[in-house]
């Protein structure tokens, strides 16, 4: 088991080196964000919001396990998953497009299902199991969906590939992925604004013709 | 999102006592209700989520009336596949389905698609007037873009739609709500749980704030053969409806023995057509019939400018659910 809210040294570990950009914008949102707390909470305490400042601030304990790793957490209530994921565990495959539950770029597994991890509280999560797109591959072999999106250009940008991705392989355990109408309908909320629906389509379908565990 | 307190409580008793305060709001799926959060349409200062409480589940009565009870936090995923539901039910089944997306199916529960708040922009947008979000500030809508708006039961205050998909195949499937509070069960008939605008929009429904959802009974039926729901979108998928049609037909030897009819995305609750389900029971399933049942759901609908489209379309959508239900196409 670890802790990963330990703060920047211990999120090195789980970080390449080689990204200083990611880095800076790690510390530097921190760094805005320890600023930016007093500030509200003065402002709060003086509309004699403090009592309820007080309750709010309050973190509470959360055991989520993330791709087979088991985290004990201290969250406050009002962080979705999306941001548990990509701001605490640095998990930042999941992607965050709309953060309304609009496009399907958020999409992880919660207990096998697929969700939008950004209408999802982490809170709520307590005691489940996440995946992510990160717990797809097994080291350095690629999941199938992961090599039939390769294989047929399932995408341009990239962005919502993530979501894509841990979509695709819901729609074929959850036997959705029958024929191409079936796929269409089931991968209905994943949005793609670069249009590589007719890829993302083929690269389903071979996998699930394909007979693979997904 | 302004902060809130959360809390998980495991029995029913700890959440009815807590629902009862001022500010507390119910968390089930979330689907919705986080989404409203973050837009800072609705601000709670705190949550209580119910999904401890053993209201799972979809089990058959086979008792003098035969009935299948759905839990209120079963999620609409498991509600569309199940099998009781996809034998029996299969208008229940087609409409979760053409709800949302299965991302949003796998989250949102039973309880909480009744719950759901419109989707009309001006009740969304924080920075409009809106009758409904904050009472007497006026309505953005009834002047302003109003494509998606209400034809029927419509008020001088609000023109919104209730958007659930599902809500509209249990009001025609004539669904009984069981809710409980503190003071005992109570049965409230699907059709009178969402209300219409009319001078207090910011009411959606009969549900006090002191009940708790925690499950719908929807009595056996014959319609299991002849069903069928249409949504019109301005997409294939993952829209709320322009117009939808839930459409039951019991039907035996070419003629309609028994009839049930609800529109979405016309009015502020689910849309029960009574005169054309009255109008088919005991005539034959004909394109004639169906027309002329069509045209007699839409007395009293009025349009408010860019919604004028749905008095043609709601009339045509009528009848080609019905043509489906009946095989005819």
């Given at each position: 088991?670890?802790d990963?809210n330990?703060?920047?040294?211990?999120?090195?570990?789980?970080?390449?080196?080689?990204?200083?950009r990611?880095?800076?914008?790690k510390?530097?949102s921190?760094l805005?964000?320890?600023a930016?707390t007093?500030?509200?909470?003065?402002?709060?305490a003086?509309?004699?919001?403090?009592?309820?400042?007080?309750?709010?601030?309050?973190k509470m304990?959360?055991n989520?396990?993330?791709?087979?790793?088991a985290?004990?957490l201290?969250?406050e209530?009002?962080?979705?998953?999306?941001?548990?994921?990509r701001e605490?565990?640095h998990?930042t495959?999941?992607k965050?497009?709309?953060?309304?539950?609009q496009?399907?770029?958020?999409?992880?597994?919660?207990?096998?299902?697929?969700?939008?991890?950004?209408?999802?509280l982490?809170?709520?999560?307590?005691?489940k199991?996440?995946?992510?797109?990160?717990?797809?591959?097994?080291?350095?072999e690629?999941?199938p969906?992961?090599?039939?999106?390769?294989?047929h250009?399932g995408?341009?940008?990239?962005?919502?590939?993530?979501?894509?991705?841990?979509?695709?392989?819901?729609?074929i355990?959850?036997?959705?992925a029958?024929?191409e109408?079936?796929i269409?309908?089931?991968?209905?909320g994943?949005?793609?604004r670069?249009g590589?629906?007719?890829?993302i389509?083929?690269?389903i379908?071979?996998?699930?013709n394909?007979?693979q565990?997904? | 999102?302004?902060?809130?307190?959360?809390?998980?409580p495991?029995?029913?008793?700890?959440?009815?006592?807590?629902i009862?305060?001022?500010?507390v709001?119910?968390?089930?799926?979330?689907s919705?209700?986080i989404d409203l959060?973050?837009r800072?349409v609705?601000?709670p200062?705190?949550?209580?989520?119910?999904?401890?409480l053993?209201?799972?589940?979809?089990?058959?009565?086979?008792?003098?009336?035969?009935t299948?009870?759905?839990?209120?936090?079963e999620?609409?995923?498991?509600?569309?596949?199940?099998?009781?539901?996809?034998?029996?039910?299969?208008l229940?089944?087609?409409?979760?389905?053409?709800?949302?997306?299965?991302?949003?199916r796998n989250m949102?529960?039973?309880g909480?698609?009744m719950?759901q708040?419109?989707?009309?922009?001006?009740?969304?947008?924080?920075?409009?007037?809106?009758?409904?979000?904050?009472?007497n500030?006026?309505?953005?809508?009834?002047?302003?873009?109003?494509?998606?708006h209400?034809?029927?039961?419509?008020?001088?205050?609000?023109?919104?739609v209730h958007?659930?998909?599902?809500?509209?195949?249990?009001?025609?499937?004539?669904?009984?709500?069981?809710?409980?509070?503190?003071?005992?069960?109570?049965?409230?008939?699907f059709?009178?749980f969402?209300?219409?605008?009319?001078?207090?929009?910011?009411?959606d429904?009969?549900?006090?704030?002191?009940?708790?959802?925690?499950?719908?009974?929807?009595?056996?039926?014959?319609?299991?053969?002849?069903?069928?729901?249409?949504?019109?979108?301005?997409?294939?998928s993952?829209?709320f409806a322009?117009?939808?049609?839930?459409?039951a037909?019991?039907?035996?030897?070419?003629t309609i023995?028994?009839?049930?009819?609800?529109?979405g995305?016309?009015?502020?609750k689910?849309?029960?057509?009574?005169a054309?389900?009255?109008?088919?029971k005991?005539?034959?399933g004909?394109?004639a019939?169906?027309?002329?049942?069509?045209?007699?759901a839409?007395?009293g609908?009025?349009?408010?400018?860019?919604?004028?489209?749905?008095?043609?379309?709601?009339?045509?959508?009528?009848?080609?659910?019905?043509?489906?239900a009946?095989?005819?196409?």
């Amino acid at each position: 088991m670890e802790d990963l809210n330990n703060g920047l040294g211990a999120d090195n570990q789980h970080e390449p080196k080689e990204n200083p950009r990611r880095d800076f914008l790690k510390k530097s949102s921190l760094l805005t964000a320890v600023a930016l707390t007093p500030g509200v909470a003065v402002k709060a305490a003086e509309s004699h919001l403090d009592e309820k400042v007080a309750a709010a601030f309050e973190k509470m304990p959360v055991n989520i396990t993330v791709n087979g790793a088991a985290h004990k957490l201290s969250i406050e209530p009002r962080v979705t998953l999306l941001d548990l994921l990509r701001e605490q565990l640095h998990l930042t495959g999941t992607k965050k497009g709309c953060d309304y539950g609009q496009c399907g770029a958020c999409t992880v597994h919660v207990n096998g299902q697929r969700v939008n991890s950004c209408l999802t509280l982490a809170i709520t999560v307590d005691g489940k199991k996440v995946t992510t797109i990160e717990g797809l591959a097994k080291g350095e072999e690629l999941h199938p969906m992961q090599e039939a999106f390769i294989k047929h250009d399932g995408f341009q940008c990239g962005y919502c590939t993530p979501g894509q991705i841990m979509s695709a392989v819901a729609c074929i355990r959850e036997g959705h992925a029958g024929s191409e109408a079936e796929i269409r309908e089931y991968m209905s909320g994943n949005i793609c604004r670069c249009g590589a629906y007719p890829n993302i389509v083929n690269a389903i379908q071979e996998v699930k013709n394909g007979g693979q565990q997904v | 999102m302004k902060q809130f307190q959360y809390i998980r409580p495991a029995t029913q008793q700890s959440v009815l006592d807590a629902i009862a305060k001022p500010g507390v709001k119910i968390l089930a799926g979330g689907s919705n209700l986080i989404d409203l959060m973050k837009r800072g349409v609705t601000s709670p200062d705190k949550l209580v989520d119910i999904q401890k409480l053993p209201l799972h589940g979809i089990s058959q009565n086979l008792g003098n009336v035969r009935t299948v009870s759905v839990g209120a936090l079963e999620l609409n995923s498991a509600v569309a596949e199940h099998k009781i539901i996809k034998e029996e039910f299969p208008l229940l089944s087609m409409a979760l389905n053409a709800g949302a997306s299965p991302q949003l199916r796998n989250m949102a529960t039973v309880g909480g698609n009744m719950m759901q708040r419109t989707r009309c922009t001006y009740f969304y947008d924080t920075t409009m007037p809106c009758n409904k979000r904050e009472p007497n500030s006026g309505c953005g809508a009834m002047e302003g873009i109003n494509r998606m708006h209400a034809i029927f039961g419509t008020s001088d205050k609000c023109i919104a739609v209730h958007p659930s998909d599902m809500c509209v195949a249990l009001a025609a499937l004539d669904a009984t709500v069981e809710v409980k509070s503190k003071k005992g069960t109570r049965y409230i008939p699907f059709t009178e749980f969402h209300k219409l605008p009319g001078d207090t929009p910011q009411l959606d429904n009969t549900l006090a704030k002191s009940e708790l959802i925690t499950r719908v009974i929807i009595p056996n039926n014959h319609f299991a053969k002849n069903s069928y729901y249409l949504k019109v979108r301005d997409r294939a998928s993952y829209a709320f409806a322009l117009i939808s049609v839930a459409a039951a037909l019991h039907i035996e030897g070419g003629t309609i023995k028994d009839a049930r009819l609800a529109m979405g995305g016309v009015a502020h609750k689910p849309w029960r057509l009574t005169a054309a389900e009255q109008f088919l029971k005991g005539k034959p399933g004909t394109a004639a019939n169906f027309e002329q049942a069509a045209q007699l759901a839409m007395q009293g609908a009025k349009s408010y400018g860019h919604n004028d489209f749905k008095l043609k379309m709601a009339p045509a959508s009528i009848v080609e659910a019905l043509s489906k239900a009946a095989g005819l196409v």
